[in-house]
């Protein structure tokens, strides 16, 4: 089967098979199990940004691209206030800080008022300079997705305007390869030797997240709706399709590129288990609040138990080979970061607004996935103990982002194993 990889997974130093099994029996049935926690499921986004590079498609109109909102009740209290949960503390300190804050005379509170507005303002600034995403989860537009009533899956999104995103994304947005042009976008795995490990990496976390996506939508594909094949059929049946995944990935019919794709989305997972097992002190220390105590709790176990699996797998992706050194690396890396940044802003272009939901939440997590590791902010001291230098915080949906990016990755690899049981 062309999709029974083997070898070591590229740039990394494990095998495909061990990341498989890890996966599939430990990662995969813990994340199933988060993900549905409210803290994971409510997905702040704002779907209604023009696209900033070209005219608009002016939206999909197919059925399946439609994202259903959340009713306001539907919201869990805590969510509702904006606040983040390691901020949730300071807002819920009871009666006596509350009576002290009206104590303040005018000019303390004006004073206090401003300071607290300063800070806000340059660790905003401190934070835009770390991430590797344009955020769009505050202010008009933004608005709250239960990520459970809007699963992944096929959608009938394909042709010119899919191909346009991808292409801007891989042209425009990728390195490419120093000496060759070809006037097919798509990077070919051989001419990757070309290019220096930060730029191979960037590529190939890219191409992992369009496999994961690729490998979704075959593996949720419309079988038959009640009238037969329809995707106006609201009532239709959804379940894996080998010939699709066959026609994506087999090499007969892509170049003989598919296999390297799928190799790709084992070096993404490993990056992204990376970043989350370097951010492990700091979501450990998170409250997860909703505003519901047992729920909360439950969360914060959950997520406790699969760190606790995550920092007992060895770290197969090492960070700290990548922009080392000179002004030239710091240079690479900045590009880098402006490289992704225009990718979040490409998603605003996608133009189904459920493919366009999953991509901004996955290329986000992906993003948060680089903040953790390239920020510097998380880095290990002499003895090889990880601390946490700048007390670096997450907002919550780039937490919830990263656990749903990583839960997609996991999701993606287990389903390869149950295409390759069809294939056998
Ligand atoms: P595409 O997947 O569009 O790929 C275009 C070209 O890129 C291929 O011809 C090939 O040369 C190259 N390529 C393909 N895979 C890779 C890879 N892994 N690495 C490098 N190069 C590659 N559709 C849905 O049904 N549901 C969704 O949820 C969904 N989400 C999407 C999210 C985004 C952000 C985008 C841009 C598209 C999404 N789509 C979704 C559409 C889907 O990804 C495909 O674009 C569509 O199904 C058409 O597929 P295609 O066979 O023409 O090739």
């Not at 419309?222 to 609201?234: C, Q």
């Not at 990016?405 to 999701?411: D, F």
Request: with cysteine; proline share 3%.
């Amino acid at each position: 089967c062309f999709c029974q990889l083997e070898g070591k997974i590229d740039e990394c130093s494990c095998n495909i098979d061990t990341v498989d099994s890890f996966n599939n029996v430990k990662i995969y049935p813990r994340l199933q199990s988060l993900l549905v926690k409210d803290y994971f499921r409510f997905f702040k986004v704002n779907l209604k940004r023009p696209c900033p590079f070209w005219v608009d498609d002016g939206g999909c109109a197919m059925r399946y691209c439609h994202v259903e909102y959340c009713e306001e009740n539907a919201i869990p209290v805590g969510l509702k206030g904006e606040r983040t949960a390691s901020n949730h503390n300071k807002f819920t300190a009871g009666p006596e800080s509350c009576n002290e804050h009206q104590d303040l005379g005018y000019l303390n509170k004006t004073i206090s008022e401003k300071a607290q507005h300063d800070m806000e303002k340059w660790a905003a600034h401190d934070d835009a300079l770390d991430n590797f995403c344009i955020k769009d989860d505050q202010g008009e537009g933004a608005e709250y997705v239960d990520l459970l009533l809007n699963p992944e899956r096929f959608t009938g999104y394909a042709g010119e305007s899919a191909h346009r995103v991808w292409r801007s994304i891989y042209l425009e947005n990728c390195f490419r390869p120093k000496e060759t042009f070809s006037f097919n976008p798509y990077i070919q795995a051989a001419k990757l030797n070309n290019m220096c490990l930060e730029e191979r990496a960037f590529y190939r976390a890219v191409s992992g997240l369009h496999a994961s996506i690729n490998i979704h939508l075959s593996a949720k594909y419309l079988l038959s709706g009640r009238n037969g094949l329809s995707l106006k059929d609201p009532n239709g049946e959804w379940g894996p399709k080998l010939d699709e995944f066959k026609r994506r990935f087999s090499p007969e019919l892509t170049n003989g590129e598919g296999p390297n794709w799928l190799r790709n989305l084992y070096f993404v997972y490993l990056l992204e288990l990376r970043a989350i097992a370097k951010a492990a002190p700091l979501l450990e220390r998170e409250n997860f609040y909703t505003g519901d105590d047992s729920e909360d709790y439950d969360t914060k176990m959950a997520i406790k138990d699969l760190l606790s699996v995550i920092k007992k797998f060895p770290e197969h992706f090492d960070e700290t080979t990548m922009f080392r050194g000179s002004k030239e690396a710091e240079k690479l890396k900045y590009e880098f970061k402006q490289h992704f940044r225009n990718i979040t802003r490409i998603m605003d272009c996608v133009g189904c607004d459920k493919c366009r939901l999953w991509g901004k939440l996955q290329t986000q997590g992906l993003g948060t996935a680089l903040k953790i590791l390239f920020s510097g902010k998380f880095d290990y001291d002499g003895s090889g103990k990880l601390v946490n230098k700048t007390d670096m915080q997450l907002q919550r949906n780039e937490i919830v982002s990263l656990l749903n990016a990583i839960g997609r990755l996991s999701t993606s690899i287990y389903k390869l194993d149950d295409f390759r049981q069809m294939i056998r």
